[in-house]
């Protein structure tokens, strides 16, 4: 913990004389934000609105990065202190009252972060995807139409984030600073009182910094279709998807999955709470030397618990349980689920080790505020590879160390939401490498992460 101390304290200095240009830049826009929002809403009712973000974020990785575990990384630090910036900033024009555009900014950038650029060239997509910089790149941008001939239905083309549910299977990845899943698509949105039922088709756009999106490719093309049967603190969520990517890379000439599953949940069942969710993953790949392997995966989440009064305002205690099946080597079919299109940062352990493929994670939390706008969520996870001959990241079995136990995590999250729109939260985590780890990684040692965030929006 003192070591964590003592580098954050040599990182802000380091970040002194950077930020000395920008600083100003920096601090007018927040001056501005604070100054104009008043001014801003008794201006709801014209047609043009006007919308932003500017969030900043330290955070410290101590035995591991973004692509690799323990001290002999290739590429990145192992131990590493860095600062994330993003500004997103929009303009709505209400055209009328069935017709908008909208358009809007994002500029990502990272500090003192252990990777070059060429670190996050992807082999499947032939380009840079990088997961925190994006700089000065169109974000949400499309036109809506709204009450169409008539009928509750809402269609919308263009830049736009998708994302349903507890975010589990379609969502934004929004933790990552560029944020994961942006798309291009079109989108019809079919509304009856609390029920809906979504239908869209389009690409996930690809963050390099040094290419505005419009002139490379997407990653996946995907279909999806998303229903939500509502009643009165629950819901049930039919799922239907499909991606693909045909453009050949170093690992297949093609990829074709398809997906069906549902999601139930109810937050009140006489003070009891539970969410369930089922994804049946099915499909083809063809290598690269031409073979075609069937795909047969699924994955599946559930939590439950109990919520009650504690220190006057709501408390949660639960346990959860996540499954995703792992590629089983004897086989010629792939066995390995994906995870479709959603969040992780949330989900299986807060320092972003684990993802839903070939995982099995146990989980205790307890959520509780102590007094108003202060929430405190602590969780404790188990992990386990469901196969033991697959991979973890990217550290194969090569060892054949009969072992599946990845480890144990514990993260403490804290959020004071000082208004509406402006928010604070830090956090902790230590993992404990389990023999899985230890025999395959010798330089594996137990790990902590820690960030600092503030994030403004208007």
């Known amino acids: 913990m003192f070591s964590i101390v003592n580098h954050i304290s040599k990182k802000l200095f380091s970040l002194i004389n950077l930020y000395r240009v920008k600083s100003c830049f920096i601090v007018c826009l927040l001056l501005l934000v604070m100054i104009t929002p008043q001014g801003w809403a008794d201006q709801k009712d014209d047609k043009f609105s006007f919308d932003g973000e500017v969030r900043l974020r330290y955070e410290l990785m101590d035995g591991f990065n973004a692509k690799a575990y323990g001290e002999a990384v290739k590429a990145g630090e192992s131990h590493d202190g860095f600062f994330l910036s993003r500004i997103r900033l929009g303009m709505t024009y209400n055209v009328n009252s069935n017709f908008l555009l909208k358009i809007s900014m994002q500029d990502a950038r990272a500090f003192e972060w252990g990777f070059n650029d060429s670190d996050w060239y992807n082999r499947e997509f032939g380009m840079e ?29 263009g830049r736009q984030k998708i994302a349903y549910g507890d975010n589990r299977v379609f969502g934004p990845g929004e933790w ?84 069906a599953g549902f999601r139930v949940y109810d937050d009140d069942v006489a003070g009891f709470f539970y969410n369930g969710t089922f994804i049946r993953q099915l499909g083809e790949q063809v290598t690269v030397s031409g073979v075609k392997r069937d795909v047969d995966a699924y994955g599946w989440h559930l939590d439950a618990g ?13 346990t959860a349980l996540s499954y995703a099946t792992g590629d089983n080597s004897s086989t010629q079919d792939i066995e390995r689920f994906d995870g479709v299109f959603g969040a992780t940062d949330n989900f299986y352990g807060r320092m972003n080790l684990m993802s839903w493929s070939n995982l ?31 991979k973890w990241r990217q550290y194969v079995n090569g060892a054949l160390v009969n072992e599946d136990h990845l480890g144990d995590e514990f993260d403490i999250v804290v959020t004071y939401d000082h208004t509406k729109k402006f928010q604070f939260q830090t956090g902790y985590g230590h993992f404990w490498p389990g023999d899985f780890i230890k025999q395959n990684i010798l330089s594996g040692r137990s790990s902590d992460w820690f960030f600092l965030q503030s994030d403004l929006k208007f």
């Open 129 to 157: 995807n990088n997961p925190q910089k994006d700089h000065f790149e169109l974000y949400h941008t499309y036109l809506q139409l709204s009450n169409i001939n008539g009928l509750p239905l809402v269609m919308t083309i």
């Open 176 to 259: 990552g600073n560029s944020g994961k899943w942006v798309w291009d698509a079109a989108k019809f949105s079919f509304t009856k009182g609390d029920h809906f039922v979504d239908i869209f088709y389009g690409g996930n756009m690809l963050h390099d910094p040094n290419k505005f999106s419009l002139s490379h490719r997407w990653g996946y093309e995907a279909l999806g279709i998303y229903g939500h049967y509502a009643w009165k603190k629950g819901g049930i969520e039919p799922i239907l998807a499909y991606k693909h990517n045909d453009n050949g890379n170093a690992s297949y000439q093609s990829l074709k999955h398809y997906y």
């Open 306 to 318: 109990y919520g009650f009064k504690m220190f006057g305002e709501k408390a949660k205690i639960g």
């Open 360 to 390: 099995k994670d146990s989980e205790i939390f307890f959520i509780f505020a102590p007094i108003k706008n202060l929430k405190i969520k602590t969780e404790y996870h188990r992990f386990w590879m469901e196969d033991k001959g697959d």
